[in-house]
């Protein structure tokens, strides 16, 4: 027991990123050997298999998990730490090196795409607390609920990930694909009537595009939809997107990409900590990159709920920004 909890468990998807995750597992493999990191590496080898391994892995004793994979490994380990009764959550250290397509979550925290800079922020052990989002949702005529680390969507968003999905039924994903496949969305997908309530005040009740609502900054292969987000002050950002023509997003596309959404007109922003959306008809959401139900949809945050591996410079900037509140709330 006590030898696991200094060792790390590495659950790698090694379809992750097109096979990427296998394919370079022995690269990976000797970036952590030279930095002379103990691991146990177990290959998930179906959907939801890296929650089991989560859940497991904690209940043997360990308390540090490596995720070689993408946005969806991430999302699946997530939730298997909260399905875990051994510890809270906050007890087990997260890192991730990514292999897969997008990699949305990494950004946020300053992880380097590069092998070997992830592998450093791991053996540097640069940790911070993030905060968690939960949906409720509708799916098969049950309520069912689902944990989330980086950003969640509903309508337009949704429907992209629906059509990415089945493209990786198929092997046939890539962030280009991903951007193919959201022009083509654009054209076939109809705005939707919502209403949205923000800490129980109807704030929107109109016909909405899409909105996207999260505790990090990126999605969709590197878009910034939240790009005010900060992952640890107990909020949830919103970006509200009204109807809009093509060539209106077209000619502001880099707005999307640098930082300067709310540029476009078309676009609100929103912050709260209860949201709760309802439609008509109903819309779908997902979470993470990952479909799931449809509208009414409930979602909350758990203020820092679990512990992740961050970059060096990212730990730094945050633990002065921390300073700088404290004593502000101390004056």
């Given at each position: 027991m006590q030898n696991e909890q200094h060792k790390w468990f590495v659950i790698v998807n090694p379809t992750a990123g097109g096979g990427r995750g296998l394919d370079d597992l022995p690269q990976i493999s000797k970036y952590l050997r030279d930095r002379h990191i103990l691991c146990e590496p177990v290959f998930t080898e179906h959907k939801f298999h890296a929650t089991e391994l989560a859940v497991?892995?904690?209940?043997?004793?360990y308390r540090r998990i490596i995720v070689v994979g993408g946005d969806g490994?991430?999302?699946e380990v997530v939730n298997g730490l909260f399905i875990q009764q051994e510890v809270a959550p906050s007890e087990v250290l997260l890192a991730v090196i990514g292999v897969g397509t997008g990699n949305d979550w990494l950004r946020t925290f300053g992880i380097s795409g590069r092998y070997q800079d992830a592998v450093k922020a791991i053996a540097e052990e640069y940790s911070f607390l993030q905060d968690v989002g939960v949906v409720t949702y509708n799916e098969a005529h049950y309520r069912q609920s689902r944990y989330f680390a980086n950003v969640g969507g509903v309508g337009f968003d949704a429907f992209v990930v629906k059509r990415i999905a089945h493209l990786k039924k198929k092997c046939r994903t890539s962030r280009?694909?991903?951007l193919w496949s959201t022009i083509r969305s654009f054209f076939k997908y109809?705005?939707?009537?919502?209403?949205?309530?923000?800490d129980d005040k109807l704030v929107y009740n109109n016909l909405l595009m899409s909105i996207a609502i999260g505790i990090c900054k990126y999605n969709g292969g590197g878009m910034q939809q939240l790009p005010h987000a900060i992952a640890d002050d107990g909020m949830l950002d919103l970006s509200l997107i009204k109807p809009v023509h093509f060539w209106h997003i077209l000619f502001r596309f880099h707005?999307?990409?640098?930082?300067?959404?709310y540029r476009i007109g078309h676009i609100l922003q929103q912050r709260g900590q209860k949201i709760r959306i309802e439609s008509s008809p109903e819309v779908s959401v997902e979470v993470d990159g990952e479909p799931l139900g449809e509208t009414p949809?409930?979602?909350?945050?758990?203020s820092k709920a679990i512990r992740i591996v961050v970059g060096a410079d990212f730990y730094r900037v945050a633990q002065a920004n921390g300073d700088k509140e404290r004593t502000a709330h101390e004056v």
């Open positions: 497991s892995a904690v209940k043997e004793g490994t991430l999302h280009w694909r991903y109809k705005n939707t009537g919502m209403k949205v309530w923000i707005y999307l990409f640098n930082g300067g959404i949809l409930e979602f909350t945050v758990l």
